[in-house]
């Protein structure tokens, strides 16, 4: 069985287990080299114990994601505001000519 990770491809000979579902096949490594292993190893690790880097990204995203969120409803704030000073002259106008 052959796969990529973000650490690398890794390649070994794989037992295929009773299928859970229809769509999850486990499988057992019968056979890994070495350097397969701890390229597994550091993919599986990095992935249950994120590092510092993926951390500070996640919070900056997530910081970018709330100011981007704000700025729209700022924005819908004053089109709703303009729209109603709008409408209100209108309306004043309408009553205007009709007196």
């Not at 000979?13 to 499988?27: G, I, N």
């Not at 590092?51 to 996640?58: E, G, L, N, V, Y």
Request: charged share 20%; with cysteine.
């Amino acid at each position: 069985m052959m796969f990529v990770t973000h650490t690398g491809s890794v390649l070994g000979t794989a037992k295929m287990l009773a299928p859970v579902s229809s769509h999850l096949q486990p499988f057992q490594f019968v056979s890994l080299h070495p350097n397969d292993k701890r390229k597994l190893g550091e993919a599986i690790r990095t992935c249950l114990e994120p590092d510092d880097s993926r951390t500070q990204w996640i919070e900056k995203y997530r910081v970018a994601a709330e100011k981007h969120s704000r700025h729209k409803q700022d924005r819908t704030k004053k089109i709703l505001t303009i729209g109603s000073m709008v409408a209100l002259g209108l309306v004043g106008l309408f009553y205007y000519w009709h007196i």
